[in-house]
T-cell receptor, first 116, second 112 residues
Framework: AAGVIQSPRHLIKEKRETATLKCYPI?????VYWYQQGPGQDPQFLIS???????DKGSIPDRFSAQQFSDYHSELNMSSLELGDSALYFC???????????????FGPGTRLTVL | GNSVTQMEGPVTLSEEAFLTINCTYT??????LFWYVQYPGEGLQLLLK?????DKGSNKGFEATYRKETTSFHLEKGSVQVSDSAVYFC???????????FGQGTELSVKP
């Protein structure tokens, strides 16, 4: 079965650079979530989109922005990178029945961002 | 606010031992509860879930029962294998389509 696809899998950037992470949800899933997992930490919710509209916002820095496109893929844009942004970034997707979202989220393999 | 608390790890067991990982939650209303597993270097995989009180989620020999009276969702397995070595996360979702709130994770190491 198709899973959530994230690219790139690994990314190395310098401080103050920008990065773009991409997420392709499971086909027919209309909700995308972004999470950040620091070393040895639990995943922290950043932001989510339902039907291309932002549906919830968590502890996402103002330097980060995200959007969901018409084909439901999502991109997380990160600017003015800091050392503390080094983490695993997960995307997850979920589907819906009619206009009722389902509560099970399926995670991608993650993008490991290293800021030097 | 909503939160999840897991027993601290790491937990080290011998193969075929019984496993319990405790998870308690704080939430208003009736959240859905989940266990996710993260193998080394990999993403999070859904292990099991329960959506209402007294529901039992099960998968691959793992079980957890949604206990509203004790606000708990403890993970159990009768006989662990070396391949079960991973980090286990308990999580809740308060609204359908809502964000997941994770516990701090419990690392399990199973020795042959």
């Amino acid at each position: 079965a198709a899973g959530v696809i994230q690219s790139p899998r690994h990314l190395i950037k310098e401080k103050r650079e920008t990065a773009t992470l991409k997420c392709y949800p499971i086909p027919r899933h209309d909700t995308v979530y972004w999470y950040q997992q620091g070393p040895g930490q639990d995943p922290q919710f950043l932001i989510s989109f339902y039907e291309k509209m932002q549906s919830d916002k968590g502890s996402i820095p103002d330097r980060f922005s995200a959007q969901q496109f018409s084909d439901y893929h999502s991109e997380l844009n990160m600017s003015s990178l800091e050392l503390g942004d080094s983490a695993l970034y997960f995307c997850a997707s979920s589907g819906s029945i009619g206009d009722r979202p389902l509560d099970t989220q399926y995670f991608g393999p993650g993008t490991r961002l290293t800021v030097l | 606010g909503n939160s999840v608390t897991q027993m601290e790890g790491p937990v080290t067991l011998s193969e075929e031992a019984f496993l319990t990982i405790n998870c308690t939650y704080t939430a208003t209303g009736y959240p859905s509860l989940f266990w996710y597993v993260q193998y080394p270097g990999e993403g999070l995989q859904l292990l099991l879930k329960a959506t209402k009180a007294d529901d039992k989620g099960s998968n691959k020999g793992f079980e957890a029962t949604y206990r509203k009276e004790t606000t708990s969702f403890h993970l159990e397995k009768g006989s662990v294998q070396v391949s079960d070595s991973a980090v286990y996360f308990c999580a809740l979702s308060y609204n359908q389509g809502g964000k997941l709130i994770f516990g701090q994770g419990t690392e399990l190491s199973v020795k042959p």
